[in-house]
């Protein structure tokens, strides 16, 4: 699949045809459109994407929300006397909707102001230069597909009943008891917004522990930490059949055993939204994994078609699809070899505690560099010495014999996500234990912590 030429023609209606409004395709539409391109964008459902709407903002939001009940009784051991406080489910999610709107509008004028077309509808491809959007053809040089990842429901006796992410944040009614299936990121950080809200939260995974992908010893801990929190968290379970009660649900377990529920998220993963777009009229191929298969240039087994985002697999991350928008119109339009360096790339778990990672796991860097040192700390915040909540955090470095790199930063705790960005730097920059020991701390914080580890773990 080789590179194809990056010049702009005439004889087509557009040099670019975008198929999905959200962060990678609204990146690369606006940047080529910028750099002189003819350039056309199709969104059926709504801009900004899967993170705008149904994801990170939104999320963010009800994470912010569900952690002020916790701040209300922390602060008594400071001094504080708080009336009895009551949440209202109505106005957040109002709120977040009036949030959504606003950001929706800016997508709009981002793509505009450049000169990108935003075409409303549900675009097919008809073959590798032409596009199908309301009964209307077009012809385009390129396409680029970036319709993302749409939630994976599993099929089971009852599983009609379950809601996913796409609904879960505009309930009529909030669930006074909430069953999460699902061991991810996504049912994890459902589980402490509910659960911060003052939902009775039940989460189910199949496996033996949560969090896959992630360093073991962060995984372990957050466990333990999100069950101090009121979680029921249980492992090694799964649903056989859910059965409708009424307003209610009883949920029938593998193994024997019942959870009754108000309402039931599945956040079991998600797959490529490629449905209806009649890709399979062109070369278009699919990995082992089902996500569209693409070289360094996004470029697919069909010259003039393009991926990016989450349905290319990879890091399914927001910035990554922001980074990758930009180096596709980089190089497609303005003759730049630009890529997209996945190594070193920070990530969040906005659960509860916040969990926060850049570079590789212990056993991740054991594989790849073979001898490694491992620091860990873990205490318990200086805020919660008078709040009296029995949370506490975990920080770990993974520093790689050879020559001292630290190659691997993970942290369970407060603020997890704003420490590790600094770090993310620092890891890119090549940065030693060395470095870190050199490095003056900023007091009293938990981030100096990273900077304060001078005792290794023994293997």
Same mark, same amino acid.
């Given at each position: 699949?080789?590179?194809?030429?990056?010049?702009?023609?005439?004889?087509?209606?557009?040099?670019?045809?975008?198929?999905?409004?959200?962060?990678?395709?609204?990146?690369?539409?606006?940047?080529?459109?910028?750099?002189?391109?003819?350039?056309?964008?199709?969104?059926?459902?709504?801009?900004?994407?899967?993170?705008?709407?149904?994801?990170?903002?939104?999320?963010?939001?009800?994470?912010?929300?569900?952690?002020?009940?916790?701040?209300?009784?922390?602060?008594?051991?400071?001094?504080?006397?708080?009336?009895?406080?009551?949440?209202?489910?109505?106005?957040?999610?109002?709120?977040?909707?009036? #949030? &959504?709107?606003? %950001?929706?509008?800016?997508? @709009? !004028? /981002? =793509?505009?102001?450049? +000169?990108?077309? $935003?075409?409303?509808?549900?675009?097919?491809?008809?073959?590798?230069?032409?596009?199908?959007?309301?009964?209307?053809?077009?012809?385009?040089?390129?396409?680029?597909?970036?319709?993302?990842?749409?939630?994976?429901?599993?099929?089971?006796?009852?599983?009609?009943?379950?809601?996913?992410?796409? #609904? &879960?944040?505009? %309930?009529?009614?909030?669930? @006074? !008891? /909430? =069953?999460?299936?699902? +061991?991810?990121? $996504?049912?994890?950080?459902?589980?402490?917004?509910?659960?911060?809200?003052?939902?009775?939260?039940?989460?189910?995974?199949?496996?033996?522990?949560?969090?896959?992908?992630?360093?073991?010893?962060?995984?372990?801990?957050?466990?333990?930490?999100?069950?101090?929190?009121?979680?029921?968290?249980?492992?090694?379970?799964?649903?056989?059949?859910?059965?409708?009660?009424?307003?209610?649900?009883?949920?029938?377990?593998?193994?024997?055993?019942?959870?009754?529920?108000?309402?039931?998220?599945?956040?079991?993963?998600?797959?490529?939204?490629?449905?209806?777009?009649?890709?399979?009229?062109?070369?278009?191929?699919?990995?082992?994994?089902?996500?569209?298969?693409?070289?360094?240039?996004?470029?697919?087994?069909?010259?003039?078609?393009?991926?990016?985002?989450?349905?290319?697999?990879?890091?399914?991350?927001?910035?990554?699809?922001?980074?990758?928008?930009?180096?596709?119109?980089?190089?497609?339009?303005?003759?730049?070899?630009?890529?997209?360096?996945?190594?070193?790339?920070?990530?969040?778990?906005?659960?509860?505690?916040?969990?926060?990672?850049?570079?590789?796991?212990?056993?991740?860097?054991?594989?790849?560099?073979?001898?490694?040192?491992?620091?860990?700390?873990?205490?318990?915040?200086?805020?919660?010495?008078?709040?009296?909540?029995?949370?506490?955090?975990?920080?770990?470095?993974?520093?790689?014999?050879?020559?001292?790199?630290?190659?691997?930063?993970?942290?369970?705790?407060?603020?997890?996500?704003?420490?590790?960005?600094?770090?993310?730097?620092?890891?890119?920059?090549?940065?030693?234990?060395?470095?870190?020991?050199?490095?003056?701390?900023?007091?009293?914080?938990?981030?100096?912590?990273?900077?304060?580890?001078?005792?290794?773990?023994?293997?």
């Amino acid at each position: 699949m080789g590179l194809e030429n990056s010049t702009i023609t005439t004889d087509f209606d557009y040099d670019l045809f975008v198929i999905g409004a959200g962060s990678g395709g609204v990146r690369a539409a606006r940047m080529a459109a910028g750099m002189g391109a003819r350039v056309a964008i199709a969104e059926d459902r709504y801009m900004g994407g899967t993170c705008v709407n149904v994801g990170c903002v939104p999320k963010k939001l009800y994470v912010y929300a569900s952690e002020f009940g916790k701040s209300f009784k922390d602060s008594e051991g400071f001094g504080w006397t708080v009336r009895e406080a009551s949440f209202n489910w109505s106005i957040l999610r109002d709120n977040k909707k009036e #949030e &959504i709107l606003r %950001l929706n509008n800016i997508y @709009e !004028r /981002l =793509l505009e102001a450049p +000169g990108a077309e $935003i075409i409303h509808g549900r675009a097919r491809v008809l073959s590798p230069q032409h596009v199908e959007v309301n009964g209307s053809r077009f012809s385009t040089e390129r396409i680029l597909i970036a319709t993302g990842t749409w939630p994976y429901v599993p099929e089971f006796p009852g599983s009609e009943f379950m809601l996913t992410s796409n #609904e &879960i944040f505009d %309930l009529e009614q909030f669930p @006074e !008891r /909430l =069953l999460i299936i699902g +061991g991810g990121y $996504i049912a994890t950080e459902f589980a402490g917004v509910f659960n911060g809200l003052g939902s009775e939260v039940t989460q189910l995974y199949r496996g033996e522990l949560f969090m896959r992908g992630f360093d073991d010893d962060i995984r372990g801990f957050l466990a333990d930490e999100i069950r101090k929190s009121g979680v029921d968290l249980r492992f090694g379970s799964q649903v056989r059949a859910i059965h409708s009660a009424g307003d209610a649900f009883r949920v029938e377990l593998d193994g024997g055993g019942e959870v009754d529920a108000d309402a039931i998220l599945c956040a079991t993963g998600r797959r490529p939204h490629v449905a209806d777009l009649n890709i399979e009229c062109t070369k278009v191929k699919f990995s082992k994994e089902g996500f569209i298969r693409v070289n360094e240039h996004f470029q697919t087994d069909e010259p003039s078609i393009y991926a990016l985002g989450d349905l290319i697999g990879g890091a399914q991350l927001t910035p990554v699809a922001l980074a990758q928008g930009m180096a596709f119109a980089k190089t497609q339009f303005s003759q730049q070899q630009a890529s997209v360096d996945y190594e070193y790339i920070p990530s969040a778990v906005f659960s509860q505690p916040n969990v926060g990672t850049v570079g590789f796991t212990e056993n991740e860097a054991r594989e790849r560099f073979g001898a490694v040192t491992v620091y860990r700390s873990e205490f318990k915040p200086m805020k919660h010495t008078l709040s009296g909540r029995e949370e506490r955090s975990l920080m770990k470095l993974i520093v790689e014999d050879t020559n001292k790199r630290v190659v691997g930063v993970h942290m369970v705790g407060p603020d997890a996500g704003e420490i590790v960005q600094g770090m993310a730097i620092a890891l890119r920059c090549g940065a030693t234990k060395n470095d870190f020991d050199r490095t003056v701390g900023v007091h009293p914080t938990s981030a100096e912590e990273f900077v304060t580890m001078r005792e290794s773990v023994k293997n």
